[in-house]
């Protein structure tokens, strides 16, 4: 079996970056370059682990993070770009390359908090895939 990680950051990169909507008021990256202005999204940690089907068809289970980072005072700003994120992931759903193909996929949690500056606010969405 091959690992879909790659497959999935790819096609999760690309659907953000493909949304004018959100890129319009927040950049993507998956490496921030320095001294880069708030907000912006970035693709954060992932886990997968393997799975198996009653039918014995088998694949990873995915948990990935996408974080949105702004300077703006109080959440709305971050919340506002949570459910950007959201929206672009989830309608319409995620096709990948390689062989692979999504079979479930849901918004597993949000958060927001505060980062130890005090100053910037931080929001992470945490998606969770099955892929066969």
Same mark, same amino acid.
């Given at each position: 079996?091959?690992?879909?990680?790659?497959?999935?950051?790819?096609?999760?990169?690309?659907?953000?970056?493909?949304?004018?909507?959100?890129?319009?008021?927040?950049?993507?990256?998956?490496?921030?370059?320095?001294?880069?202005?708030?907000?912006?999204?970035?693709? &954060?940690?992932?886990?997968?682990? +393997?799975? =198996?089907?009653?039918?014995? /068809? #088998?694949?990873? !289970?995915?948990?990935?993070?996408?974080?949105?980072?702004?300077?703006?005072? &109080?959440?709305?700003?971050?919340? +506002?770009? =949570?459910?950007?994120?959201? /929206? #672009?992931?989830? !309608?319409?759903?995620?096709?990948?390359?390689?062989?692979?193909?999504?079979?479930?996929?849901?918004?597993?949690?949000?958060?927001?908090?505060?980062?130890?500056?005090?100053?910037?606010?931080?929001?992470?969405?945490?998606?969770?895939?099955?892929?066969?």
């Amino acid at each position: 079996m091959k690992s879909a990680l790659g497959i999935l950051q790819t096609a999760i990169y690309s659907r953000l970056k493909s949304s004018s909507t959100l890129t319009s008021k927040a950049p993507i990256f998956d490496a921030v370059p320095e001294n880069q202005p708030f907000p912006y999204v970035t693709l &954060g940690d992932e886990t997968a682990s +393997d799975w =198996m089907l009653p039918a014995l /068809q #088998t694949g990873q !289970e995915v948990v990935t993070d996408v974080h949105i980072w702004s300077r703006y005072p &109080g959440y709305k700003e971050t919340k +506002d770009l =949570m459910s950007l994120v959201i /929206q #672009t992931l989830t !309608e319409p759903p995620l096709t990948l390359d390689g062989g692979f193909h999504i079979s479930y996929a849901r918004v597993d949690f949000q958060e927001t908090f505060r980062d130890p500056d005090g100053i910037t606010r931080h929001g992470v969405v945490r998606f969770r895939f099955k892929i066969a």
